[in-house]
C-alpha cells in the first residue's frame, strides 16, 4: 500500500474522476444523516456545478488520493481565515471522501497525514456531530497526528478541531 496525494488542478482526468464519485460522496453524507446535503436531485444540481468553485478559485487546494497510483479518493483544503476557530487559522479541510470499499485500510488516515504535512500553519477540520463515524476517525487521525494537541469544540451543530501541522511549508505543485 502506497498513498499518496496529487494535486488535481494538474490535471482533467483527476477533475472528471473526481466529477464522476462526488455523488457516492453525497451519497454518504445523505444516508448518513448528517444533513448536510440535500440530493441532487433535489436541488437540480450536478456534481459539476457544486465542483467548480474548487477548480476556480485559487484559494481552494483540490487533491486526487491515490493507493498505488489508482484513485481512491479526494480532499479539499482551503487556504483562508476562519472566525469559528480564530484569526489564526490558515487551512480547512472542507471536504474528505475515500470510497466504500477502499475503507478500513488506513489509506484516509495516510492521506489525512500527508495533506497536513504538505500545509504548515493552522488547521481546521469539522464534521457534523451526527455523523459520529466522522468524528471518531478524526478524533483518532488528529489526536494520533499531535499527539492529543488539538483544541475541540462543539458549535452549530458541528464538532471542530483546530490544531498546528508539523509539516513542510505549503507547496503550489
Given at each position: 500500500m502506497a498513498?499518496?496525494?496529487?494535486?488535481?488542478?494538474?490535471?482533467?482526468?483527476?477533475?472528471?474522476?473526481?466529477?464522476?464519485?462526488?455523488?457516492?460522496?453525497?451519497?454518504?453524507?445523505?444516508?448518513?444523516?448528517?444533513?448536510?446535503?440535500?440530493?441532487?436531485?433535489?436541488?437540480?444540481?450536478?456534481?459539476?456545478?457544486?465542483?467548480?468553485?474548487?477548480?476556480?478559485?485559487?484559494?481552494?487546494?483540490?487533491?486526487?488520493?491515490?493507493?498505488?497510483g489508482?484513485?481512491?479518493?479526494?480532499?479539499?483544503?482551503?487556504?483562508?481565515?476562519?472566525?469559528?476557530?480564530?484569526?489564526?487559522?490558515?487551512?480547512?479541510?472542507?471536504?474528505?471522501?475515500?470510497?466504500?470499499?477502499?475503507?478500513?485500510?488506513?489509506?484516509?488516515?495516510?492521506?489525512?497525514?500527508l495533506?497536513?504535512?504538505?500545509?504548515?500553519?493552522?488547521?481546521?477540520?469539522?464534521?457534523?456531530?451526527?455523523?459520529?463515524h466522522?468524528?471518531?476517525f478524526?478524533?483518532?487521525?488528529?489526536g494520533?497526528?499531535?499527539?492529543?494537541?488539538?483544541?475541540?469544540?462543539?458549535?452549530?451543530?458541528?464538532?471542530?478541531?483546530?490544531?498546528?501541522?508539523?509539516?513542510?511549508?505549503?507547496?503550489?505543485?
Amino acid at each position: 500500500m502506497a498513498v499518496s496525494i496529487r494535486n488535481a488542478r494538474a490535471s482533467r482526468d483527476d477533475r472528471n474522476w473526481i466529477e464522476q464519485v462526488y455523488r457516492e460522496y453525497l451519497d454518504d453524507l445523505v444516508a448518513g444523516g448528517t444533513g448536510v446535503f440535500p440530493a441532487l436531485a433535489v436541488t437540480g444540481q450536478e456534481s459539476q456545478d457544486l465542483l467548480g468553485p474548487w477548480f476556480r478559485d485559487q484559494r481552494s487546494n483540490p487533491f486526487v488520493i491515490l493507493n498505488d497510483g489508482i484513485p481512491v479518493g479526494f480532499a479539499l483544503v482551503q487556504r483562508s481565515s476562519f472566525a469559528a476557530s480564530g484569526p489564526e487559522a490558515a487551512f480547512r479541510l472542507t471536504e474528505f471522501f475515500v470510497r466504500r470499499s477502499m475503507r478500513r485500510l488506513g489509506l484516509g488516515r495516510a492521506a489525512a497525514r500527508l495533506l497536513f504535512d504538505r500545509f504548515d500553519g493552522t488547521w481546521l477540520v469539522t464534521e457534523s456531530t451526527r455523523h459520529r463515524h466522522a468524528v471518531a476517525f478524526w478524533r483518532s487521525v488528529i489526536g494520533g497526528y499531535t499527539r492529543g494537541r488539538y483544541r475541540e469544540r462543539l458549535a452549530g451543530g458541528e464538532v471542530q478541531h483546530t490544531f498546528r501541522s508539523a509539516g513542510r511549508t505549503a507547496r503550489d505543485d
